[in-house]
């Protein structure tokens, strides 16, 4: 893939991301993109395009950890780019996309799609054992009420 410059006049595209236990999601969110080129490499990202107003759109994104580029996919939309980039290291959480901890105004974490599956198997042991102790709550409760003074409420 040729190298991508960076264009006079650009302006980066609202971005919206998401951490999964083996990819991370990237989204950029552009109306009508053309020209699109993404170029995903081990330690970052960088997307150039024009919008539908053919503006130059660029976006370079340093990675919080290394990815596998081989086995990264893109998809182009009427009004995204949708990247989806498989992490050197599953299972570890990302707690931000990119290796500096501040943050662009344009870089948004998708809480529409985000999980926290970090915690998902112990939330998932926590609600069984809930379940176990209520069952176990009511085997050990005795015998039910008689309830034969049930009949004197319908005089």
């Known amino acids: 893939m040729p190298k991508i410059v960076r264009p006079e ?4 595209a609202k971005t919206l991301w998401y951490d999964r236990k083996k ?3 990237i989204n950029f969110v552009v109306q009508n993109p053309k020209d699109v080129q993404v170029d995903v490499q081990d330690k970052k990202i960088i997307l150039s395009c024009k919008d539908v107003d053919d ?5 370079e994104i340093e990675f919080y950890d290394r990815v596998l580029k081989a086995d990264s996919r893109e998809k182009v939309h009427d009004r995204t780019i949708n990247v989806l980039i498989r992490k050197v290291k599953e299972n570890v959480a990302w707690p931000r996309l990119q290796k500096d901890t501040a943050k662009p105004a344009w870089l ?6 985000w999980r926290d599956w970090e915690h998902e198997e112990e ?3 926590a609600e069984y054992e809930q379940y176990v102790d209520m069952l176990n709550d009511v085997k050990n409760k005795g015998e039910p ?6 009949d004197d409420l319908s005089d």
């Open 55 to 59: 503006n130059n759109i660029y976006n």
């Open 145 to 150: 009420p008689a309830m034969d003074d049930l």
């Open 23 to 25: 990819y991370v999601t």
């Open 108 to 113: 948004l974490v998708d809480f529409d799609n």
């Open 123 to 125: 939330e998932g042991m």
């Open 9 to 12: 006049n650009c302006q980066p």
